[in-house]
Structure formats: C-alpha cells, structure tokens
C-alpha cells in the first residue's frame, strides 16, 4: 500500500496564496502519476492536477490554470500544488492521489489520502 499524507491547508482571503504539500510513503514505489483532486460540499469530486513522477509533465483542470502549480521532489517522496489567486469558488477539501494512469476522473487513481480542508474567504 502507498500512503498519502496532506499538509498546509487553511484559512486564506481571496486573492491569497496557500502551499499543500503531499508526502507518499509506504511502498518502495511512487505511483508514476501524482495529482491532486478537489471537492466543495455538495459537489461531485473534480480534478485539479496532476504530475508524471519520470517527466514531470503537467496536466491542469482549466479552472486553476495559471493559478496553481504542481511540483515534486521524486527524493523526498513529496507533491506539492502551489494556489495563488485563490478565489471563493477554491474552499474545498483537497484530495492527494496516486494512480498509473493520467485522468481527470477519480476512478482513474488507486491511492487517495485523507483529505485537507482549504477555505477562502470573500
């Protein structure tokens, strides 16, 4: 089993800037695609992000574009989503997730992390 652990979440007003970090642990191997999901209360899960562990290819959902930044540090086991501009429409649980396949589809990753809550404010 891979584990994924969320950390940086909060409270930020709009037009702010927040750093999740994701740290994987567990198996000797990173899932090659790393990416990060989203989900507002009432709201079906959304894709966000993602990143290849060997290329480093980025792939965004068009609402972040050019807002957040995806990275990794294949060393440290660790994925990080850089939010600047943060708006309203952001406050969210966010979801770090593994999977072999990149995919704008939830079903698509097989490890999922528990969850951190990002909250904007008006």
């Known amino acids: 089993q891979v584990q994924l652990v969320e950390s940086g979440g909060g409270l930020v007003q709009a037009g702010g800037s927040l750093r999740l970090s994701c740290a994987a642990s567990?198996?000797?191997?990173?899932?090659?695609?790393m990416g990060w999901f989203r989900q507002a209360p009432g709201k079906a899960r959304e894709f966000v992000a993602h990143?290849?562990?060997?290329?480093?290819?980025?792939y965004y959902a068009d609402s972040v574009k050019g807002r957040f930044t995806i990275s990794r540090d294949n060393a440290k086991n660790t994925v990080d989503l850089q939010m600047n501009s943060l708006k309203f429409e952001d406050t969210a649980v966010y979801y770090c997730?593994?999977?072999?396949?990149?995919?704008?589809?939830?079903?698509?990753?097989?490890?999922w992390g528990q969850g951190i809550q990002v909250t904007v404010s008006s």
């Open positions: 567990g198996r000797t191997f990173t899932p090659p695609v």
């Open positions: 997730t593994g999977g072999w396949s990149g995919s704008e589809l939830p079903r698509s990753y097989d490890y």
């Open positions: 990143i290849t562990w060997s290329g480093g290819r980025t």
